[in-house]
């Protein structure tokens, strides 16, 4: 189909359900008053307003994840990848594996937590976008920089919260069915509801994609995978506190590679890349309201995750076990807001189907102590110092402090300075790693390395404009600067063999982001610009990092009658990228198309349309080298499954 048969497709299409009888009544010739809800933002763990928080926190609400849901609802990736400063790195061409950057840094220096709590890290990173649904999340918490007083080693990039839904009065039941052009199909069921002090809430969803080809190569742009999530929880509540205790089962099994024998049409020998993924984590949370007025607050996840690779002639399994413990206790005064608490990590890897010698178990644990308090001067000047001391089992010793200055002459405008201090231990599980399937890699060596240390700072200026009436314009600049001292590297050192190694001085990142969001009555507009310079500096030699744009730019425009009609276009530009070659990537721009019918309380449709100009890389130039048989994919630039249409219906009973 071509470009111009597929927009006047599109035309006719916005026509039809534009024209499409409404059943609500019509709001525009009547004055009608809008409730804002108010943004309760969880990861600061102060009980300040939104725009009293010194930390910039940028909030995906409720009506972000809604839409970013109808697009890609069996996953994240699409919602994280079209935020400001973010960017979505594909690491495998077959098998799907990605990593979250913020700021262009690597993923392994991104905090990913569900309600507060680490449970995706470690041999997990790599498919966890992959398998989290956006569609129990109430919103998502993003902090840009350094911020590892409350959260420790690992976020030094930044962090992403996910916030789970919380039964409210009303019982909640609703089913999401979707099918793409890919071949894919997703179903999920959420249910919610609260009687008396007892709340429950339980989610589940069936994920599944049948092998997809669109150049024609003979392997696999999306592999064919099946998946099953369930994750039921319990709440109960009284004047005293509160106490929830949940679990998440997700159980995967994910093939890609040639498509002659995925499809049984063929078999050995052929190239093909399987990975079988179990997946049991817990969620438990306790929250006391003391008498003197403080809340006592205690949070432990366990999480089990194990994975089976198996290629051609070579197989990977492991299982890994890690667990999360915090208490915490919160205070405040009219000009002091406080919280003290100690945590505890642990993690333990246990590698199968290999001997001992070149396996790459390991096990760690880190206990760390940490204060923050975020002092309100007046109603112009806000600071937030905190300071933690982590102590690890393998890498000794941390102090992290960190503060942030907000400036708030009027409502309308604020300024943010905000740095500090942090630090990442090295694990054998990252992006570089999952790219060769953890094969060859040499176990660490006692004593050959040290903890990464960073240094990060960002300065944040907002002011917002009244342009005229119902017009109004949000405007936000934000320049950053992290460094990482002692950055790992996996490096070849000859015959397919590995090892880590740390042969640079340091890496940094600095660069700037420009954010806008123009509303008038029905119509809204984002436009999101990052310039992102990500280098490695060693024996006064510096390069430029691969696999990261140095220019990124987001545009949304979203025509939206509320309660009826959703219309939305998006045009991403991606800026040249360097690769592992030397050499440098293309720039592409992709298209796209979102709607949504809201045929009645309980009932709406949807249909997009992704990647409109069918961008791919494989329109480029060869995705891979040598045979069929024994294939060395290029690097990943650009998206592999190009044109894509999906569409289903959300219904609420």
Not at 364 to 384: K, L, M, P, R
Not at 408 to 432: A, D, Q, V
């Amino acid at each position: 189909m071509t470009v111009f048969r597929k927009l006047t497709f599109l035309l006719v299409y916005i026509k039809l359900i534009a024209e499409a009888p409404t059943l609500r009544a019509n709001l525009e010739t009547e004055e009608a008053l809008v409730e804002l809800e108010e943004i309760i933002v969880t990861a600061t763990r102060n009980r300040r307003s939104f725009g009293q928080q010194p930390t910039l926190v940028e909030v995906l609400d409720q009506e972000e994840l809604n839409e970013k849901a109808n697009m890609k609802p069996g996953d994240i990736r699409m919602l994280l990848n079209e935020t400001t400063g973010i960017h979505i790195q594909q690491t495998s061409a077959t098998s799907f594996n990605s990593s979250v950057r913020i700021q262009g840094l690597s993923g392994k220096y991104t905090q990913l937590l569900r309600d507060g709590m680490p449970m995706y890290g470690g041999l997990s990173s790599g498919l966890s976008l992959l398998q989290i649904s956006p569609l129990d999340l109430q919103q998502v918490e993003v902090i840009k920089g350094a911020n590892s007083t409350l959260y420790g080693g690992g976020a030094i990039a930044g962090l992403i919260n996910l916030v789970t839904k919380k039964p409210g009065p009303q019982q909640e039941k609703s089913m999401l069915f979707n099918m793409t052009s890919a071949g894919g199909a997703d179903a999920s069921g959420y249910y919610s509801s609260r009687r008396s002090n007892w709340g429950t809430r339980i989610f589940g969803s069936y994920n599944q994609n049948s092998a997809y080809d669109p150049a024609e190569n003979g392997f696999s742009a999306i592999p064919e995978f099946e998946r099953l999530s369930f994750s039921p929880n319990i709440f109960f509540e009284n004047p005293n506190g509160e106490f929830s205790f949940g679990f998440n089962l997700v159980k995967e099994n994910r093939i890609g590679g040639d498509m002659d024998y995925i499809s049984g049409h063929r078999r050995h020998p052929a190239y093909f890349e399987q990975i079988e993924t179990d997946r049991l984590s817990t969620q438990t949370e306790y929250i006391s309201q003391l008498e003197s007025g403080k809340e006592f607050v205690f949070r432990n996840s366990i999480n089990s995750y194990q994975q089976d690779i198996n290629l051609m002639d070579y197989s990977f399994s492991g299982e890994q076990i890690s667990s999360f413990s915090e208490a915490h206790i919160v205070g405040a005064t009219p000009r002091l807001d406080w919280v003290v608490g100690v945590n505890l990590w642990t993690e333990n890897f246990e590698q199968k189907l290999v001997s001992v010698p070149l396996a790459l178990d390991f096990n760690s644990q880190t206990a760390g102590v940490f204060a923050q308090g975020t002092f309100f001067f007046n109603d112009h000047w806000y600071i937030e110092s905190g300071l933690r001391f982590d102590s690890s089992s393998e890498y000794g010793s941390f102090i992290l402090p960190r503060a942030s200055l907000l400036y708030s002459p009027t409502e309308k405008t604020s300024l943010r300075i905000g740095g500090g201090l942090g630090y990442k231990e090295p694990n054998p599980f990252g992006e570089e790693a999952e790219a060769i399937q953890y094969r060859g890699i040499s176990p660490f060596e006692a004593g050959k390395l040290v903890a990464e240390e960073s240094f990060g700072l960002n300065v944040d200026l907002s002011h917002s404009f009244d342009l005229a009436k119902d017009a109004a314009l949000n405007l936000n600049l934000l320049f950053f600067y992290t460094q990482v001292d002692n950055p790992l590297s996996l490096l070849e050192l000859g015959d397919s063999h590995y090892a880590y190694r740390q042969p640079d001085d340091f890496l940094d990142t600095k660069g700037a982001e420009l954010s806008a969001v123009w509303r008038w009555n029905d119509f809204k507009y984002f436009f999101g610009y990052t310039h992102a310079n990500v280098e490695t500096h060693s024996a006064g030699n510096i390069e430029v990092a691969p696999l990261m744009p140095k220019d990124r730019v987001n545009n949304v425009f979203v025509y939206e009658r509320e309660d009826d009609l959703r219309v939305g276009l998006e045009a991403y530009y991606y800026g040249r990228q360097k690769l592992t070659d030397g050499s440098s990537a293309r720039d592409y721009w992709i298209f796209g198309l979102m709607t949504e019918k809201i045929i009645s309380d309980r009932l709406s449709i949807f249909l997009n349309f992704e990647n409109l100009s069918d961008t791919r890389q494989t329109r480029f130039g060869a995705i891979y080298k040598g045979s069929v048989l024994n294939p060395v994919f290029s690097d990943i630039f650009a998206p592999l499954d190009g044109f894509i249409v999906n569409g289903g219906i959300k219904v609420r009973l």
